[in-house]
């Protein structure tokens, strides 16, 4: 099975960083997501990391460490839409399910 | 528009009733998956198909019962429904069982 942890809640200004940690226990491990989730709406992939190291995908990168259990997602000049919640999650290398952290919601303020 | 397409978008209903929801998949898009969303709960994985067949399952009461069909859209039967079966209801699909997931709108359910 999969233990996936998360912070619950980050809070941030317009233009900033901020970096949202994830840490895992897993059974089987064949790639960690990061999905963004709008409230009420459906969850929108953002960044795949399967090998460590980091993955940069414009103002968003993502990045993994296979031997620590641990990734982060690395959110750069921070906009109002970015308010959101950010969902880890773990594939699982038999049946290569996702599945999911509780998410942390980001509240980004003027 | 992802191209993954769950009916209905609202479901109201009484508790013990029935209800299906239905999940069109991405064209191409072999592998589905099921998840339920509680306002006090992450995604909760419920089970997945993958070219008609079950290939997974997770924490899915004995009262929800799926399929996938030869056209490869699935169906996600609630039966004897209770309060706490009121939920967003996710479809995700994608092109195997290695590839990354693209989610449906989701069925909001309230039972009541």
């Known amino acids: 099975g999969q233990n996936i942890d998360q912070p619950t809640e980050m809070t941030a200004t317009e233009g900033a960083i901020v970096q949202i940690n994830c840490t895992y226990q897993t059974s089987g491990f064949n790639g960690l997501f990061w999905y963004q989730q709008h409230a009420g709406e459906a969850p929108t992939f953002l960044s795949y990391?399967?090998?460590?190291g980091l993955e940069e995908k414009g103002r968003f990168s993502s990045f993994l460490s296979r031997s620590k259990g641990y990734s982060y997602l690395l959110l750069k000049e921070l906009q109002m839409k970015d308010s959101a919640s950010y969902l880890c999650?773990?594939?699982?290398?038999?049946?290569?399910?996702?599945?999911f952290g509780a998410g942390t919601t980001v509240t980004v303020r003027a | 528009d992802s191209g993954v397409t769950q009916t209905p978008k609202h479901l109201i209903t009484a508790t013990g009733q029935r209800v299906t929801l239905r999940c069109s998949p991405r064209s191409g898009d072999l592998s589905v998956y099921w998840y339920q969303q509680s306002l006090d709960q992450g995604l909760q994985f419920l089970i997945q198909?993958?070219?008609?067949?079950?290939?997974a399952k997770g924490n899915i009461l004995e009262r929800f019962s799926a399929q996938q069909f030869p056209d490869l859209h699935s169906e996600l039967n609630l039966s004897s429904l209770e309060l706490g079966d009121s939920a967003l209801y996710f479809c995700?699909?994608?092109?195997?069982?290695?590839?990354?997931?693209?989610f449906g709108s989701g069925t909001r359910l309230t039972v009541v």
């Open positions: 999650a773990v594939r699982d290398y038999d049946d290569y399910k996702l599945s």
């Open positions: 990391n399967v090998l460590d």
């Open positions: 198909y993958y070219n008609g067949e079950e290939r």
């Open positions: 995700a699909s994608s092109v195997e069982q290695e590839g990354g997931y693209t």
